[in-house]
Each structure stands twice: as C-alpha cells, then as structure tokens.
C-alpha cells in the first residue's frame, strides 16, 4: 500500500471510532437533548475527517474541492439543525 493509502486507513478509522462513540452515546442518552450533545461530535469531526481522507488520496482536486463544499455545508448546517431539534423538545416537554 502507498503512504496516501495508509494515511487515508488511519484517518477513516479514527472516524470511524468518533461515529461508533458518537453511536453509542446516543444509544446511552436519557433524553433528546442529551443525544444532541453526541451528535453534535460526530456531526463536527466527521465531515473534517472524510475532508482529510480524501485530500490524503486524491491530492487537492475536483473531489477535495466537492468534499470541502459538503463539508462546510454540514458544519454550517448541523447548529440550526441541533438547534431545531432542542427547541421542539423544549416546546413538547410539559410546564
């Protein structure tokens, strides 16, 4: 295997650990609002991780370039979306 491969391996795999925490905790939460806070991990490195193992593999091109987009789409995205989330369980619990 190239030095790209194995760094994109490494890489992958230290995402794959913040998914499964990520996972578990979730499983393991009390409430919504919790879970939110698992979430939010993976929903921060993971995109950052995937950008990184693609540019280790591909070099900065085309699917970097793409890869980058969708990552700045899903940081940008993923607080109003938390945010969404915690203010329906916030109106759903009763006073």
């Known amino acids: 295997m190239m030095a790209r491969q194995i760094g994109c391996c490494v890489v992958l795999g230290i995402a794959m650990i913040f998914a499964l925490l990520a996972a578990i905790g979730i499983l393991r939460s009390k409430n919504n ?3 939110l806070h698992c979430l939010g991990v993976a929903g921060v490195t993971l995109p950052v991780l995937a950008l990184i193992a693609v540019v280790a593999v591909t070099g900065f091109g085309v699917s970097a370039l793409k890869t980058f987009a969708f990552a ?16 329906a369980e916030h109106r759903r619990k009763p006073r």
């Open 33 to 35: 609002l919790a879970a």
């Open 72 to 87: 700045v789409v899903v940081l940008l995205g993923s607080p109003i979306g938390s945010h969404a989330i915690a203010l």
